[in-house]
C-alpha cells in the first residue's frame, strides 16, 4: 500500500527498470529514491509514506487498519484544510476504493 500511495503523490513508479529482474533488484537492495513529491505536503503526510515503506516489515504498519489510521490522522492533521488536497488526489485514484472499505469495517 505504501508503495502505491507514493506513486499516486509522486504521479511516477517508485521503481524503475527495463526487465522484471532490475526491478525486483531495486526493490531488495537499493534506497528508495528520496520522496521530492512529499515535500509539498505537511510533514505527518510524509511521515506516513516513509513508515509505509521502511525495509524492516517490522517497521511499517501491520495491519491496513493501522495504515487507514494513520493517514487519516496525518490528513486531519495537516495543513490543507483537513487534508482536502490530499483527499482530492486520493478520491481520485484508485486508493480511495480501499480506504472507503476500510473505513466500513472500522
Same mark, same amino acid.
Given at each position: 500500500?505504501?508503495?502505491?500511495?507514493? &506513486?499516486?503523490?509522486?504521479?511516477?513508479?517508485?521503481?524503475? $527498470?527495463?526487465?522484471?529482474?532490475?526491478?525486483?533488484?531495486?526493490?531488495?537492495? &537499493?534506497? =528508495?529514491?528520496?520522496?521530492?513529491?512529499? &515535500?509539498?505536503?505537511?510533514?505527518?503526510?510524509?511521515?506516513?509514506?516513509?513508515?509505509?515503506?521502511?525495509?524492516?516489515?517490522?517497521?511499517?504498519? !501491520? %495491519?491496513?487498519? !493501522?495504515? =487507514?489510521?494513520?493517514? !487519516?490522522?496525518?490528513?486531519?492533521?495537516? $495543513? =490543507?484544510?483537513? $487534508?482536502?488536497?490530499?483527499? %482530492?488526489?486520493? !478520491?481520485?485514484?484508485?486508493?480511495?476504493?480501499?480506504?472507503?472499505?476500510?473505513?466500513? %469495517?472500522?
Amino acid at each position: 500500500a505504501g508503495v502505491v500511495l507514493w &506513486e499516486m503523490l509522486a504521479g511516477q513508479k517508485l521503481f524503475h $527498470g527495463e526487465t522484471e529482474v532490475e526491478v525486483q533488484s531495486q526493490i531488495a537492495f &537499493e534506497k =528508495y529514491p528520496p520522496p521530492v513529491i512529499l &515535500e509539498q505536503f505537511d510533514k505527518p503526510i510524509a511521515e506516513v509514506v516513509k513508515k509505509s515503506l521502511d525495509r524492516d516489515p517490522d517497521s511499517r504498519f !501491520q %495491519t491496513a487498519r !493501522q495504515f =487507514y489510521e494513520a493517514l !487519516q490522522n496525518a490528513l486531519e492533521n495537516s $495543513g =490543507y484544510d483537513n $487534508g482536502a488536497l490530499l483527499k %482530492t488526489k486520493i !478520491q481520485s485514484d484508485e486508493l480511495y476504493p480501499l480506504l472507503q472499505k476500510m473505513k466500513q %469495517t472500522k
